[in-house]
């Protein structure tokens, strides 16, 4: 049986843009992690947190959308019965259009 290949996914047009990472920024002391992921089977970064980078429009699209849900305990009205309840969500990254290609860096191969 021959191998399955994967249609080519069009992520739209590159674009130039910084990169910040909210769930771990760094400080002084350390910098932010590098952040590696795959996106429609091809692979992307590694990106560091308040560098600029290109990358396709779809991929800086996903990276926006990826999030974490915000609990918050509250009583239940009838039974005083505490339970979470999501009140809210929180961006994991942000990126967004540069105005120059500062330090641009590619996808890895």
Known sequence: MA???????????????????????????EKSPELRFNYEGRKFGPFVSNFEYEMPQKVMDHLNEL?????????????????????????????YPASAPAKAKTEAK
């Open 3 to 29: 191998p399955r290949k994967r249609k080519k996914v069009d992520l739209g047009p590159s674009v130039f843009c910084k990169f910040l990472n909210l769930e771990n920024p760094g400080n002084e002391k």
């Open 67 to 95: 999030s974490i849900p915000i609990y918050e305990m509250v009583n239940d009205p009838k039974t005083n019965t505490p339970y979470n309840e999501i009140v809210g969500f929180r961006n994991r990254f942000m990126a």
